[in-house]
């Protein structure tokens, strides 16, 4: 019998997993800083939940079914909708209400590059106010987040669904909601779709002359200044959020920042600014983080008084962007204890239990193996210093303390290795 895997899932090895800790330590100290509490939402919802957000055809795109009460559940796609849900639901929470949430997510899709059906995502939204200024928040949010991971190539593609909405109805003469929605899902495929095959697609629901003029002001994007200032020329009173948002990004010091009128976000209930960053050293991985405001869902939810904005960011993606440009290592603190001989080995562990209990990484061998074999280990695995233990040394409650990287060895009494180490290594991860 062959044991595997359903199609679209896969086992996060160790050397991700340890990237994908790294990845949620930035989370929870970006979240620090920006004041936004950590919480997680129910990973099953019932059906009409998950629903209330997207309609009775997300069944096909999520894991849904019966529980054994015949209820119908389904796994959570996103951390939003259990966000938003908890939110409107404690009527007693203090407004603005800033959450943050890490865990894992199901999706029925297509499994491609850097999607898989059980994945993980960090997410950051702010309710309450339905100001520019959470809008700018969430994305300095953004953009302080990939650069504490080291990713200061990535760039914040900034859209907004009431600039785009204004043209469509305004310029382009298109009344009726329904069409404007689908000119709105036909914009936001144009990062996936050339406009022969959007066309195409659209050619039996929508005028073509009007998708096809939509598509060429979806094309609008690059430098602040010279897309307001083309903006500008279509007289849309909706592009001053725009305007005021880019000023306040400004005076955050965010960098990197695109407009592009193409971003419009495919979700319905997507209201005004929308964005979504991408990391240059790998295009074909797209949006390694995407959100904007939804103040329709805590409507639907019955808070229309709530604003809400947020975003969300995948780790699968993340991880690959890291790998791509080569992952910055966390700082070491690691410390490898070998003994010469099994008399000694007890010894051994309690230095290294005492080393744990100082906040360093410490590793023993359990197997017994030889002092050659214990320290070919530790060479393997990069350790900066091993402490061995030996008879001799032990006998006068001293230890030789090797520093892997240069080859030198000291004598030192337990009590100064340990000691040693905790300066050295601490002092060395602050210099980092």
Not at 244 to 260: F, Y
Not at 350 to 358: S, V
Not at 377 to 399: D, F, M, W
């Amino acid at each position: 019998m062959k044991f595997s895997l359903p199609r679209g899932f896969r086992d996060i090895p160790p050397e991700d997993y340890a990237v994908m800790e790294d990845i949620r330590g930035a989370f929870i100290e970006t979240c620090r800083l920006f004041g936004f509490n950590l919480m997680e939402p129910s990973p099953l919802e019932m059906l009409e939940t998950l629903e209330a957000k997207s309609g009775p055809s997300i069944r096909d795109e999520i894991f849904a079914f019966r529980d054994k009460s015949g209820r119908e559940v389904g796994l959570r796609f996103d951390l939003t909708v259990g966000l938003t849900r908890w939110v409107v639901s404690n009527r007693s929470l203090q407004l603005p209400a800033k959450i943050g949430s890490f865990a894992g997510l199901w999706r029925y899709d297509e499994p491609q590059y850097g999607r898989y059906r059980w994945f993980y995502q960090w997410d950051a939204e702010i309710f309450g106010p339905t100001t520019v200024d959470a809008d700018a928040e969430v994305i300095d949010f953004t953009y302080t987040l990939f650069t504490k991971l080291g990713l200061s190539d990535v760039s914040v593609h900034i859209g907004d669904r009431r600039v785009v909405s204004e043209y469509i109805g305004k310029i382009l003469g298109v009344e009726d909601d329904s069409t404007l929605a689908e000119m709105l899902r036909a914009l936001d495929k144009i990062k996936k779709k050339s406009k022969e095959e959007i066309l195409e697609e659209y050619a039996s629901r929508i005028d073509l002359s009007k998708l096809a003029k939509l598509l060429e002001f979806g094309e609008i994007s690059g430098g602040v200044e010279d897309v307001l200032s083309r903006v500008e020329e279509y007289k849309l009173a909706s592009a001053s959020a725009l305007v005021e948002l880019v000023d306040m990004l400004k005076q955050r010091e965010v960098k990197n920042i695109v407009i592009d009128l193409s971003i419009v976000r495919g979700l319905d209930y997507y209201n005004g600014i929308v964005f979504e960053a991408y990391t240059q050293s790998d295009p074909a991985l797209g949006a390694l983080a995407g959100g904007g405001r939804y103040d329709i869902l805590p409507a639907i939810f019955g808070r229309p008084d709530i604003g809400a904005t947020g975003v969300a960011g995948g780790v699968d993606r993340t991880i690959l962007a890291l790998k791509k440009r080569g992952v910055k290592k966390v700082c070491e603190r690691s410390v490898y204890v070998a003994y010469v001989n099994k008399e000694v080995s007890s010894a051994a562990q309690k230095i290294a239990a005492a080393l744990r209990r100082e906040g360093l990484a410490a590793e023993v061998d359990l197997g017994n193996r030889s002092l050659k074999k214990q320290l070919e280990v530790a060479a393997k695995r990069n350790t900066p210093y091993v402490i061995i233990v030996g008879p001799k040394e032990l006998a006068a409650n001293k230890v030789v303390l090797r520093d892997m990287r240069e080859g030198r060895e000291e004598v030192k009494t337990v009590v100064e290795a340990v000691n040693y180490l905790k300066q050295i290594l601490k002092a060395s991860c602050a210099a980092e």
